[in-house]
């Protein structure tokens, strides 16, 4: 029976090289480095990458692999960091990868350094992020830990790549270790500002704020504090406005700095596309809070502007001040 390195050898690329042709090039992504494993590359890559490989991958990644083989075919894969990048930013490459970790101490070894030492590049690619995600979830303690201390290192700057925030999303919502959580929120909540004002950060502190974290969410009304109604005006801004308003812990910090509006700037605000569904949740949050105090002053606020607000944008509001009124 041959083992899974010979296997590997003997992998067919194609029906031409069974045939005698010359073999087909080397995927474009991919150029080997080295000539003596060459073949070997090529048909490694193929055999991660390639969507026709699912049954090839299967038999040969079986149960009943050769560990000394499969160790062999890991360190090839892992050998060189750009090749390695390659397979995993493929989208089967990532899913393959993926179902090799946490099948030995060793072969995870392999993956730990070989991710670490391109951590950030993978952690903002669409699919090389998800072996990232799922290495933080099988590996043991220590690696774990030291790849949570990477992802804290990189946090804002993942944060604000457009898959680098979706992949830190996922971390901040799976990291097992108490510390490390909080060590996550307390950096988003301290750079909650800068991150809301970004088209990919303001996920993050969506994100955070719906984890109903209560020191969190007050960390990160805090860092917001005398900017909520800048951000109203956005459309993301306006969401993580709205998210604040609908937590007990922030929602007095919202409403009070639309109290302190002037009379232009919070007729503005609630003509605004995003800023009126601010004032209305906010007309909506005191009521269901029994913030009846806040409630009063903000709808005495508004009332002089009602006739302003029959206008597509503010129509809502004038409805709920018809009520009051």
């Not at 799922?134 to 992802?151: C, G, N, Q, S, W």
């Not at 956005?234 to 509006?261: D, H, P, W």
């Not at 605004?272 to 906010?282: I, L, P, W």
């Not at 269901?288 to 009063?296: H, I, V």
Request: proline share 4%; glycine share 4%.
């Amino acid at each position: 029976m041959p083992t899974l390195f010979e296997a590997l050898q003997r992998l067919r690329l194609s029906e031409e090289e069974t045939s005698g042709s010359i073999p087909p090039p080397p995927p474009p992504a991919f150029t080997p480095r080295a000539t003596v494993d060459n073949a070997r590359l090529i048909k490694l890559f193929n055999l991660m990458t390639s969507k026709e490989c699912v049954s090839q991958f299967k038999e040969i990644f079986s149960k009943a692999a050769d560990p000394e083989a499969l160790l062999k075919i890991v360190s090839l894969l892992t050998s060189d960091s750009d090749y390695f990048m390659e397979v995993v930013r493929n989208k089967y490459g990532s899913k393959r990868v993926q179902k090799l970790l946490g099948i030995s101490d060793d072969v995870d070894a392999l993956f730990y350094a070989a991710i670490l030492h391109r951590f950030y590049d993978i952690m903002t690619d669409k699919y090389a992020s998800y072996v990232a995600i799922r290495a933080m979830l099988v590996f043991d303690t220590m690696e774990k830990f030291r790849m949570y201390d990477h992802v804290l290192y990189y946090a804002l700057e993942i944060a604000r790549d457009h898959y680098g925030c979706i992949a830190l999303n996922e971390v901040i919502t799976d990291v097992g270790d108490p510390l490390y959580r909080k060590l996550l929120l307390d950096l988003v909540a301290l750079n909650a500002l800068f991150l809301s004002n970004d088209p990919s950060g303001n996920f993050v502190v969506q994100h955070v704020l719906t984890l109903y974290d209560s020191r969190c969410t007050s960390n990160v009304a805090v860092s917001l504090l005398g900017h909520c109604v800048d951000l109203s005006f956005q459309k993301y801004g306006s969401y993580i406005v709205e998210k604040l308003l609908e937590a007990e812990e922030s929602m007095a910090v919202v409403v009070v700095e639309l109290l302190e509006c002037e009379g232009g700037r919070l007729s503005r605000l609630a003509r605004n596309e995003f800023g009126s569904f601010v004032v209305v949740k906010a007309l909506k949050v005191t009521h269901a809070m029994n913030r009846f105090d806040l409630l009063g002053d903000l709808v005495q606020k508004l009332m002089p502007l009602r006739h302003l607000l029959v206008t597509f944008h503010g129509s809502n509001i004038a409805k709920i001040l018809e009520f009051y009124g």
